[in-house]
């Protein structure tokens, strides 16, 4: 690898960490993770290529906007990263077949990685599994939060490839000997090998969950179970500023609920940063922890693009003696998904209805989950506009409750950062962290509580704290 090629590879990396992955690390670990400037010793590590790692790239016009890396002797998938100006466009996901095409031409069943946080959905999204959450120690020695990935790329391939070979020579052997009987001595092994391959391919039967194992879990769609989540994301309700009335109207509703009451579908929408999925998480817990609930209200959370095995994830909670909140994060839909249809008809107006033990709370930026274009475009289009426009707005009317978020005053950002501050015990002085803190929502454009958040990881690091809540 040339010294140019090297350094441009470099910089997709250092871009696409510190401009996509900050927002889930503190300011040390990202300077670690992606060290400026580029000095000649990276460069040379990088041709040196001292683990013999597979590397390839995506270029448009003529510049690397996508790189991709493996070391086959371990089943390591060692690296894929897009410059954030390429982001969202596919460049991640072709980076990863390709490098899946070349370990099966390697003869690799699997690939793993250590994934970040950051990168966790994109892998998930690509057929990958979590296997384990802990660290990754970087070559400095800087330790940062990951999650083990792991997919299974020839396998099943594999089987199926064997299983035609066989159903072949049973056909053949069968030609040849057409008065034999069809489970002959020659033909025994064969037909438990096919026996064999068809065991591996049928899915495994879903297990029944175990709601006694966590207070949260994550449905996986693609296996039809839940995932306990052992340590649940969360900040403790009291932290979330600024969203008073917003917060008091959820709680309510839930604890209603929890409490066996009727109580409605939320619509948590608005502003970006502001606490929209904090703010349910930090709910459920809160109720949780009252007499007479004890710990029965369970979360279970639903990527938006798994939305269309709602209807089999309600069926799995309905008899079960707890109650649930199904909660899905960043909720909307664009032009060409039809997949709201099954949001609509599991919510209300389908045969089965919604189970009483179940509530449904989203949270989105658009107030009715769809984009203005898409409406725009079903009003020219249809014969009656304004029949397919109320078709689309429809979804939004499955909630009962909506709570809008806001962007915050100067004052209730302040309020943010010193109530992590406090939470915290991160010891300066409070013009001086009110001074840092709006000098950080000036170069970001926004004050929200993510930025302060934010802002409160970079004055923990900056002080040689670890976030640990004082007590």
């Not at 959905?121 to 970087?138: I, K």
């Not at 340590?231 to 066996?260: C, H, P």
């Not at 109720?287 to 209807?311: A, F, Q, S, T």
């Not at 707890?322 to 909720?331: E, G, H």
């Amino acid at each position: 690898m040339r010294a140019e090629d090297a350094r441009a590879f470099l910089e997709v990396h250092r871009q696409a960490v510190r401009g996509l992955a900050s927002s889930d690390y503190p300011r040390e670990v990202i300077d670690a993770w992606a060290p400026l400037p580029i000095t000649a010793k990276h460069i040379d590590i990088v041709r040196a290529n001292a683990d013999r790692e597979y590397r390839l790239v995506a270029e448009a016009d003529g510049e690397i906007i996508g790189i991709g890396g493996m070391v086959a002797r371990n089943h390591e998938l060692r690296a894929c990263y897009v410059a954030p100006s390429a982001s969202r466009k596919g460049v991640g996901s072709a980076i990863l077949c390709e490098i899946e095409r070349a370990a099966r031409d390697q003869g690799l069943a699997t690939l793993e990685a250590d994934s970040s946080l950051t990168a966790e959905r994109f892998y998930r999204a690509n057929g990958y599994e979590a296997c384990d959450s802990g660290e990754h120690v970087l070559s400095c020695g800087t330790r940062m939060a990951s999650v083990r990935m792991r997919k299974r790329i020839m396998g099943v391939e594999a089987d199926r490839r064997v299983l035609e070979e066989d159903c072949r020579s049973l056909e053949t052997m069968h030609e040849d000997s057409p008065m034999s009987p069809p489970a002959s001595d020659s033909s025994d092994p064969l037909l438990r090998r096919i026996a064999e391959a068809l065991e591996r391919l049928a899915p495994a039967a879903p297990g029944k969950p175990d709601f006694d194992a966590a207070e949260a879990f994550v449905w996986r769609a693609e296996k039809g179970t839940l995932a306990p989540v052992a340590k649940v994301n969360r900040v403790d309700i009291s932290l979330l500023r600024g969203v008073d009335r917003v917060r008091d109207l959820l709680v309510e509703n839930t604890e209603r609920f929890a409490r066996g009451l009727p109580a409605n579908n939320a619509l948590l929408w608005g502003a970006r940063g502001m606490g929209k999925s904090s703010l349910v998480k930090a709910a459920q817990a809160a109720i949780n922890r009252r007499p007479g609930v004890d710990g029965k209200l369970k979360l279970v959370e639903i990527h938006r693009e798994d939305i269309e095995g709602l209807p089999a994830l309600m069926s799995m909670l309905r008899e079960s003696p707890y109650r649930f909140i199904v909660f899905c994060d960043d909720l909307s839909f664009d032009a060409g998904d039809a997949s709201y249809k099954s949001l609509k008809a599991a919510l209300e107006g389908g045969v089965e209805g919604r189970p009483a033990n179940v509530l449904f709370y989203a949270t989105s930026n658009r107030r009715h989950l769809l984009s203005r274009e898409m409406m725009e475009n079903e009003r020219s289009s249809a014969i009656n506009p304004g029949e397919a426009v109320e078709e689309k707005v429809s979804l939004s009317d499955r909630f009962g409750l909506w709570l809008g978020f806001h962007h915050c005053s100067q004052d209730d950002y302040l309020a943010m950062v010193h109530g992590y501050a406090k939470h915290y015990g991160l010891d300066a002085p409070a013009e001086t962290i009110e001074r840092d803190a709006l000098e950080w929502a000036t170069t970001r454009g926004s004050r929200s509580g993510r930025t302060a958040w934010q802002f409160t990881q970079d004055l923990a690091g900056r002080l040689g704290k670890p976030l640990v809540a004082a007590t």
